[in-house]
Each structure stands twice: as C-alpha cells, then as structure tokens.
C-alpha cells in the first residue's frame, strides 16, 4: 500500500530527496508535494527556485495552503523553462492579444448583423430590393478593403453602433 509516495516499511525517497540524493526523513517537507512518481515536478521547480528556497516557502506556509503554492512554483516553472525571459507574463500576454483580436472580430461581426437589418429595414420600407450601392456593401468587407486594423476608438463606436441597432429593432 502505498501512503503520499512512501511505502509501509520502508521509506522510498520523494521525487525532491531522490534527486538531491538525500535520505527521506519521514517529515520531509517535500514529501506530499512532489512524490517519487512525478520527478518532473520537482526537477523544473528546483531549477528555476531552487530547493531551500523552495523548502523556506513551503515551511513559512501554513499546510493548507502548501498544495497551492506548489501547484503555482510548478506552473511558473514550467513557464520559465518554456520562455527564460517571460514566464508566466508571456502567457498572460499571448492570451489578452487572443482576447482582443477575438473582441475585434466580435464588434465587426455585430455591426454587421447592424448593417443587414438595416439594409433589410430599408428594402422593406422602400418595397422593394437592394441594389449594388456602395452603402450595401457589409462592414467586414469595407474593412477588409479600406482599413488593414482598427483603433479601439473605432471599435467602441463600432460596438455602440451596434447597440443603438439592436435598441432600434427591439421595439
């Protein structure tokens, strides 16, 4: 049976002593946080903190709190071993630029939806259909064809076009 990476009986090392090559006390602090089938975990964390300074971190910490702190030394580790210079912050960084490319694509789709009903709007008021006027041709296309990005200023007024549009046709 085996009890957080020891077995009854005899000791087996936790991943943190096993590479230290040290013997595993039966309080040893890694023990529960790094067991001796996941050496991963330890190696990328040893590399980037190091193991006192890992093991003051974990000791200044009430238990509780030990296994979150540990999942975050190894997210940041394997972080830093991934991008040296960025870490974590480069993740972060990848993800906001996807967020906003995403909220771009989002407010060019909604103004256009803004644009068909109301070219819809307009044919049905007029009786009858639309022709091939430059006002008929739809946002994304204009965009594509006049303005390789737009500022966020633009976009704001673009999502706000939107609304109003939207506020029109709910009544």
């Known amino acids: 049976m085996k009890e957080s990476g020891r077995k009854q009986g005899v000791a087996s090392p936790c991943a943190a002593c096993k590479l230290l090559r040290r013997r595993c006390a039966q309080d040893c602090v890694f023990a529960p946080y790094f067991p001796a089938d996941e050496p991963h975990k330890f190696s990328s964390v040893h590399k980037v903190f190091g193991a006192s300074n890992v093991n003051k971190m974990l ?12 999942s975050s030394m ?12 960025y870490g974590c ?5 990848s993800l906001q630029q996807q967020i906003d490319h995403l909220q771009t694509q989002l407010a060019i789709a909604q103004a ?21 006027s430059p006002d008929d041709v739809s946002p994304s296309s204009r965009h594509t064809q006049t303005q390789p990005t737009m500022s966020l200023f633009t976009m704001d007024m673009v999502v706000d076009q939107a609304n109003m549009g939207e506020s029109l046709w709910s009544c």
Do not use: C, K
């Not at 000791?59 to 540990?70: F, N």
């Not at 912050?89 to 960084?93: D, E, L």
């Not at 256009?112 to 091939?132: D, Y």
């Open 89 to 93: 912050v480069g993740a972060i960084s």
């Open 112 to 132: 256009e939806v803004v644009h068909m009903r109301m070219r819809q709007f307009s044919s049905m008021s007029r009786g009858g259909t639309t022709g091939n």
């Open 74 to 85: 190894v997210y940041e580790a394997n972080a830093r071993v991934r991008d040296p210079v």
């Open 59 to 70: 000791q200044e910490l009430p238990e509780y709190q030990r296994g979150d702190a540990v």
